[in-house]
């Protein structure tokens, strides 16, 4: 399986990559949402596991963009933040999931029930 990760921070990239790389074949990464969107097509990850907050595009939007494109694609939205507007904002966004950054380990569990209901 291949992984999209998208976020601004060095550090969480390469926090997310070690924890999922036992799960992927393939990470690939992104700086930002504009990013993102572009490289979503040529690289047809199975996920994608993106920041909400980032300085070049919002990650919802840029979830939006992708999912315009592509309806089946699987993104789950993540963020240091809980409140309640980014919350709702990111699942009606059409990402399969939002997930807190202190939880990063339910991302496995999600794809894995995914998988199976699917």
């Known amino acids: 399986m291949k992984l999209l990760l998208v ?3 060095d550090n969480m990239r390469r926090i997310m990559r070690d924890l999922y790389s036992p799960y992927f074949s393939e990470i690939i990464e992104c700086s930002d949402g504009v990013e993102a969107v572009e490289q979503f097509s040529s690289i047809h990850p199975d996920w994608t596991v993106m920041d909400i907050q980032m ?10 963009r992708i999912l315009s494109d592509d309806a089946n694609a699987k993104i789950i939205l993540i963020s240091q933040h809980n409140d309640e507007e980014i919350v709702t ?21 999600i794809i894995n029930k995914y998988s199976l209901e699917v």
């Not at 070049?56 to 939006?64: D, R, V």
């Not at 904002?89 to 990063?104: I, M, N, Y």
């Open 7 to 9: 976020d601004d921070n």
């Open 55 to 64: 300085k070049q595009m919002y990650g919802i939007e840029a979830a939006k």
């Open 89 to 109: 904002e990111a699942q009606q966004s059409g990402a399969v999931a939002f997930v807190k950054k202190d939880d990063l380990v339910e991302i496995v569990e």
